[in-house]
């Protein structure tokens, strides 16, 4: 992970903000964990989903067609997710017709992947179990087992929620997945330029 200051940074050039209907859980804790502002509304009916959207201008993503169909009708923003595809290949479709050419790591360790709030960085001091402490205040905040603190320097803790994040075996296969992800971003913005500049010469040939 990186800093949380760093990634706040790249939480602001990140302009895009997704709202996820209930049948695309996995999909808002990815786009969180990549760092985009994902609200995931698990038990709403299809009105305040719309509402929501609109009033904080976000891109509604949603397999119910019926429900897509009232976004186009209203103008709101959203995207169509097949639900057939493989995770990757939803992925791919969402960033994509969003503008959305390139992922990467920075993003990583800059929002809760449980609310969407902003990560913030703590020492190993400030989460690890003080027993004195608890047994004044019964404390009933979250703490990293001993275990954990001996083996990693570094830690996140959502300013939200309060969960503690840090670098774990994870974190490579969200790596990973990244790079997978840029990689099928770049191939299929590849492909678009190339079909859209063929479009254009077609279209210079036929007047000429």
Not at 38 to 56: F, P, R, W
Not at 93 to 103: A, F
Not at 109 to 129: A, F, I
Not at 166 to 182: P, S, Y
Request: net charge positive; aromatic share 4%; charged share 25%.
């Amino acid at each position: 992970m990186r800093s949380a200051g760093a990634n706040r940074l790249v939480l602001e050039a990140r302009n895009v903000a997704f709202l996820a209907d209930a049948m695309l859980g996995n999909i808002a804790r990815k786009l969180r964990i990549f760092g985009f502002d994902t609200v995931y509304m698990a038990q709403a009916h299809d009105d305040e989903i719309l509402k929501v959207g609109i009033k904080q201008d976000r891109v509604i993503l949603t397999a119910d067609k019926e429900l897509f169909k009232r976004i186009v009708k209203v103008g709101a923003r959203g995207v169509l997710v097949s639900g057939r595809s493989s995770e990757l290949e939803d992925l791919v479709h969402i960033l994509s017709k969003n503008g959305i050419t390139s992922v990467g790591m920075n993003g990583i360790g800059s929002r809760c992947s449980v609310c969407n709030g902003h990560l913030e960085e703590r020492t190993s001091d400030q989460v690890k179990n003080n027993d004195d402490c608890n047994n004044d205040n019964d404390n009933d905040d979250v703490i990293v087992p001993d275990k954990v603190i001996a083996c990693h320097n570094q830690f996140f803790q959502c300013i939200t929620c309060g969960k503690i994040y840090w670098e774990g075996g994870h974190l490579k296969r969200i790596r990973a997945l990244v790079r997978n992800l840029d990689a099928k971003l770049i191939d299929r913005d590849c492909t678009t330029t190339s079909t859209s500049s063929s479009s254009r010469r077609d279209s210079s040939a036929s007047k000429g």
